[in-house]
C-alpha cells in the first residue's frame, strides 16, 4: 500500500459533508466525530483503570504492563486467526484470563508468556508473513514493560508507561494501513494508551 492510497482525503458531498471523509485505500467514508469518539472511548477506560487501581501508594508498573500485555497479545492473535475483528476478541479472552490469574495468584507474565509462545508457534505455521511482525512487537513492547518490573518502582513505573505511551505509534500505523485489527481497537487502544502510559509517567516523576 502506497502513502498515497492510506491517506485520507475530505469529502464534499451535496447534503454539506460536514465532519465526513473518505480513505482513498477503501473508499469507505470515515467520520471524525467516530474517531474521536473511540479515542475518547478509549481515554476513558484508561481512567478508570487508573482510578480503580486500588493501590494507595498510586499506579504500579504491573498496571501498564498488564494493559501492553493485553494489546500485542490481541494484535497477535488477531494476525494468526486472519480477522481483524477478533482483535476485539481477542482483547476480551486477555482480560479475562488477567482475572483469573489474579484469583488464582499466577502472575500475569506466565500467563502472557504461555499465551506468546503458543500463538506464535501456531501463526507462524499458518500465516508466517503476518505473525512475524507481531511477534517481533510483542517481543519488543512487553520485553520493555516487563523487564521494568525488576527495576526500582519508581523507574520501572517510568519505563512501564512510556512502553505503554510508544504502543501507540503502534496503534496508530495499524489504523492508517486498516491491518491486522479493527480500525476501531486501534483508535480505542490510542487513548487507552495514552491516559494510562501518561499517568504512570507522571506520578513517576512526580514520587
Known sequence: MTTA???????????GGA???????TGRPVR??????????GGATGALAV??????????ATQPVTIIGIAVLSYLAASVVGRRRFGWVAAGIFAVLVVLADLADIPKTVVFL???????VVGLVVRPRATVPQALALVGYLGAAA?????????GLAIAGMALAVHVVWDVIHYRREAVVDRSLAL??????L?????????????
Request: net charge negative.
Open 51 to 60: 482510578m480503580s487501581n486500588g493501590d494507595d501508594d498510586g499506579p504500579s
Open 147 to 155: 523487564g521494568a518490573l525488576l527495576l526500582a518502582p519508581r523507574i
Open 5 to 15: 492510497e492510506s491517506q485520507v482525503a475530505e469529502e464534499r458531498s451535496t447534503d
Open 114 to 120: 504461555v499465551a506468546a509462545v503458543l500463538l506464535t
Open 19 to 25: 465532519g465526513r471523509r473518505t480513505d482513498l485505500a
Open 195 to 207: 491516559v494510562v502510559g501518561g499517568t504512570c509517567v507522571i506520578a513517576a516523576v512526580a514520587g
Open 32 to 41: 471524525t466525530w467516530a474517531l474521536v469518539a473511540w479515542v475518547a472511548l
Open 188 to 193: 480505542w487502544c490510542i487513548g487507552l494508551d
